[in-house]
């Protein structure tokens, strides 16, 4: 592509994750158009770069057999949603069933690029043959045309595409935090293996940052308000040990406004200078540290295993760095909600001495010492 330059990576505002949900608000939380409101005001309050509107918006039987991708329910006006959101700030994604998109591939993205969208959530393919392969490329070249981003769900892993089409931001192609909805399959162990495995091939849509944390006696799978399986300080460290230049934050408004560790999602990148890999033994554990600009972001997960881990500082430039750290409470094993946020001066010739509890985490901003 000759120009780049309105390719915008970023955190997103997202409604499926939670159930299109909200509380204490004056309308029914729904697909509706004000709550993709509510959700877009979110967004523009801590600078998210994106909303994603997911499955809904259009007429359809079931996610498998829309009705029509080229108008959008009466209750959820499209057009006056983006119209809002750029107004806030907030660019404007929307989801789509890939053979519908196909069928109807230039009218619908001329139509939603008219609207003011700035991408597309494809979804579905399930299958990697030849005609989808196909279909992949056709995607991101003519949403290239029109200047719009991709992420494609129910995907195959990364194969090196968004090399020649940087738009298609990130994939799928993981099983990720959405199982937790309906499976047991997310634990802390699953995570940490994720980190050796899946994540080598290239960016994931993994969607983290569920704030209703769970030791493993209190998960159970729920559709609406979901669990996660581990600590608030396991869930903030995959903001680092994952990488996707589009990253979800996953749980509805209500969920994060006055809770400990939703400073660390307002805070981290999403691309990244430098990656060091600090420590890890798949499936036990993972310490990761990304740089951008002049600070490091440190991320480390362990599986249902507590654990300690000491961690050399080297990988810091000369002087001193103010770190905040987000790490388990010291009642974590009991409370997976528990988090502990302090800040210490360090330098490079020092080491993080760290305890995790049992699915435990840690999530740490390294800034240069003014």
Same mark, same amino acid.
């Not at 119209?83 to 907030?90: F, L, S």
């Given at each position: 592509?000759?120009?780049?330059?309105?390719? !915008?990576?970023?955190?997103?505002?997202?409604?499926?994750?939670?159930?299109?949900?909200?509380?204490?608000?004056?309308?029914?939380?729904?697909?509706?158009?004000?709550?993709?409101?509510?959700?877009?005001?979110?967004?523009?309050?801590?600078?998210?770069?994106?909303?994603?509107?997911?499955?809904?918006?259009?007429?359809?039987? +079931?996610?498998?057999?829309?009705?029509?991708?080229?108008?959008?329910?009466?209750?959820?006006?499209?057009?006056?949603?983006i119209e809002y959101a750029t107004q806030k700030g907030v660019k404007v994604l929307l989801w789509v069933f890939w053979s519908a998109l196909d069928k109807q591939m230039d009218e619908a993205l001329k139509l939603y690029k008219s609207w003011g969208a700035a991408g597309v959530k494809v979804d579905f393919m399930d299958?990697?043959?030849?005609?989808?392969?196909?279909?992949?490329?056709?995607?991101?070249?003519?949403?290239?045309?029109v200047q719009m981003i991709v992420d494609f769900h129910g995907a195959y892993k990364p194969t090196g595409l968004r090399r020649a089409y940087p738009n298609l931001l990130t994939r799928e192609g993981i099983m990720a935090l959405e199982y937790s909805k309906w499976s047991t399959r997310i634990t802390p162990e699953h995570?940490?293996?994720?980190?050796?495995?899946?994540?080598?091939?290239?960016?994931?849509?993994?969607?983290?940052?569920?704030? $209703?944390?769970?030791?493993?006696?209190?998960?159970?799978?729920?559709?609406?308000?979901?669990?996660?399986?581990?600590?608030?300080?396991?869930?903030?460290?995959?903001?680092?040990?994952?990488?996707?230049?589009?990253?979800?934050?996953?749980?509805?408004?209500?969920?994060?406004?006055?809770?400990?560790?939703?400073?660390?999602?307002?805070?981290?990148? !999403?691309?990244?200078? +430098?990656?060091?890999?600090?420590?890890?033994?798949?499936?036990?554990?993972?310490?990761?540290? $990304?740089?951008?600009?002049?600070?490091?972001?440190?991320?480390?997960?362990?599986?249902?295993?507590?654990?300690?881990?000491?961690?050399?500082?080297?990988?810091?430039?000369?002087?001193?760095? +103010?770190?905040?750290?987000?790490?388990?409470?010291?009642?974590?094993?009991?409370?997976?909600?528990?988090?502990?946020? !302090?800040?210490?001066?360090?330098?490079?010739?020092?080491?993080?001495?760290?305890?995790?509890?049992?699915?435990?985490?840690?999530?740490?901003?390294?800034?240069?010492?003014?």
């Amino acid at each position: 592509l000759a120009d780049t330059s309105w390719i !915008t990576p970023g955190r997103a505002a997202w409604d499926w994750w939670s159930g299109s949900f909200a509380r204490n608000v004056s309308f029914k939380p729904g697909m509706n158009t004000q709550t993709m409101m509510h959700y877009v005001d979110f967004a523009a309050r801590h600078k998210f770069e994106y909303m994603l509107v997911d499955a809904g918006w259009y007429p359809a039987l +079931d996610y498998a057999h829309p009705i029509d991708i080229l108008h959008h329910t009466p209750e959820t006006d499209v057009p006056r949603i983006i119209e809002y959101a750029t107004q806030k700030g907030v660019k404007v994604l929307l989801w789509v069933f890939w053979s519908a998109l196909d069928k109807q591939m230039d009218e619908a993205l001329k139509l939603y690029k008219s609207w003011g969208a700035a991408g597309v959530k494809v979804d579905f393919m399930d299958r990697d043959d030849q005609e989808m392969v196909n279909f992949y490329e056709r995607t991101v070249r003519k949403a290239a045309a029109v200047q719009m981003i991709v992420d494609f769900h129910g995907a195959y892993k990364p194969t090196g595409l968004r090399r020649a089409y940087p738009n298609l931001l990130t994939r799928e192609g993981i099983m990720a935090l959405e199982y937790s909805k309906w499976s047991t399959r997310i634990t802390p162990e699953h995570d940490v293996t994720l980190a050796f495995t899946r994540l080598l091939a290239g960016p994931a849509d993994y969607t983290p940052g569920g704030f $209703r944390n769970a030791t493993r006696e209190q998960f159970k799978p729920v559709m609406v308000e979901p669990m996660t399986q581990g600590t608030r300080a396991h869930e903030l460290a995959k903001y680092v040990v994952y990488e996707s230049p589009l990253v979800m934050v996953s749980d509805y408004p209500e969920a994060y406004e006055g809770q400990p560790g939703f400073e660390f999602i307002e805070k981290v990148p !999403t691309v990244w200078d +430098d990656t060091k890999v600090l420590d890890g033994e798949p499936p036990k554990f993972v310490a990761i540290a $990304r740089q951008k600009n002049n600070a490091w972001y440190v991320g480390a997960m362990t599986n249902w295993d507590a654990r300690d881990l000491e961690f050399p500082l080297s990988f810091l430039g000369p002087g001193e760095y +103010d770190a905040q750290i987000f790490a388990d409470g010291p009642d974590a094993d009991k409370v997976a909600t528990s988090l502990s946020v !302090t800040k210490k001066r360090v330098k490079a010739s020092e080491t993080l001495n760290v305890h995790l509890a049992p699915g435990g985490g840690l999530a740490v901003i390294l800034t240069l010492a003014k």
